[in-house]
């Protein structure tokens, strides 16, 4: 096992938080665009762990948590939420 295996293992072992660079915050917004969403209309909430995208008038959100390595997307509805 050479050096970068053993690097590749240890970093599996922990989860490695990391602040998206803005080339990815600006991935997002664009992708927001392309959805036909009004960007003003949303708000967009970044942390170390977790980018949670909100439509403000619907209440949905989509919410990506994860490290550097594995993420995951999880939609909800305004709709699902309010019990409708």
């Known amino acids: 096992m050479d050096a ?9 072992l ?8 803005k080339w990815q915050r600006n991935a997002i917004f664009n992708a927001v665009v392309a959805g036909d969403l ?4 949303c708000s967009f909430d970044y942390d170390d762990a ?10 949905s ?10 993420y995951n997307g999880n939609p909800s509805s305004g709709i699902e939420r309010r019990g409708q």
């Open 4 to 12: 970068y295996q053993r690097w590749c293992g240890a970093v599996s």
């Open 14 to 21: 922990y989860r490695v938080a990391m602040r998206l660079e």
């Open 38 to 41: 009004d960007p003003r209309e």
């Open 50 to 59: 977790w980018v949670r995208i909100t439509h403000r008038p619907s209440g």
């Open 61 to 70: 959100y989509f919410l990506l948590e994860g490290d550097a390595l594995r």
